[in-house]
């Protein structure tokens, strides 16, 4: 069965840093494209990075620099190193299994909250 | 990149009744959109991919169709598990990008 399990979450103050990670089981990251998706309180989605089976990263415009996407394929492990972060960052971040080769997400984890605040 | 719209932002619909959902891409995406329904404090589940290709174990009430630049997805008859926020997402041009979604409630 396939799961996705987000940690790493909370309260962090605008300017500083979080790193998220993913759990995954079932299947292995390294063979996936795996992204972040996030979702601001109350508001839609939004892709924010992926990495693919290649190792190839790409980030959305509003986190270009600042965020940085990876995975450690022996605990089968995917991470979101955040820094800069911003109260427009303050969203519940989604860890997501691509279907194939495509840019659309069959499995997602539950999500984790991040609350850029002072 | 591609901006997604779907309408209406609100839709009332009695159990039983028949819905219907809209997305509209900016530019043409082909036939890659997906659909996703997002229920409250979960995360969201995909039901449809390819614009009309159903997603495993979801029920055949719901249909997609469309391609270029215009979507619907259409839910026969609701029932009470279906109401929640409907998104769509376009997967052909980058960066991929989502609708800002159709919340379906009891009217």
């Known amino acids: 069965e396939v799961q996705l399990v987000e940690s790493g979450g909370g309260l962090i103050l605008p300017g500083g840093s979080l790193r998220l990670s993913c759990a995954a089981s079932?299947?292995?990251?390294?063979?996936?494209?795996m992204s972040w998706v996030r979702q601001a309180p109350g508001k839609g989605l939004e892709w924010v990075s992926i990495?693919?089976?290649?190792?190839?990263?790409y980030y959305a415009d509003s986190v270009k620099g600042r965020f940085t996407i990876s995975r450690d394929n022996s605990k089968n492990a995917l991470y979101l190193q955040m820094n800069s972060l911003r109260a427009e960052d303050t969203a519940v971040y989604y860890c997501?299994?691509?279907?194939?080769?495509?840019?659309?997400?069959?499995?997602w984890g539950q999500g984790t909250l991040v609350t850029v605040s002072s | 990149e591609t901006v997604m719209t779907q309408s209406p932002a609100t839709l009332s619909v009695s159990p039983g009744e028949r819905a219907t959902l809209s997305c509209r891409a900016s530019?043409?995406?082909?036939?890659?959109l997906a659909w996703y329904q997002q229920k409250p404090g979960q995360a969201p589940r995909v039901l449809m991919s390819?614009?009309?290709t159903r997603a495993p174990d979801i029920p055949a009430r719901f249909s997609g169709s469309g391609s270029g630049t215009e979507f619907t997805l259409t839910i026969s008859s609701l029932q009470s598990e279906d109401f929640a926020v409907y998104y769509c997402?376009?997967?052909?041009?980058?960066?991929?990008?989502f609708g800002q979604g159709t919340k379906v409630e009891i009217k």
């Open positions: 079932g299947f292995a990251v390294s063979s996936n494209y």
């Open positions: 530019q043409s995406v082909s036939s890659n």
């Open positions: 390819g614009a009309s």
């Open positions: 990495i693919y089976s290649s190792g190839t990263t």
């Open positions: 997402q376009q997967y052909n041009n980058w960066p991929p990008t």
């Open positions: 997501a299994r691509g279907k194939s080769s495509n840019w659309y997400w069959e499995y």
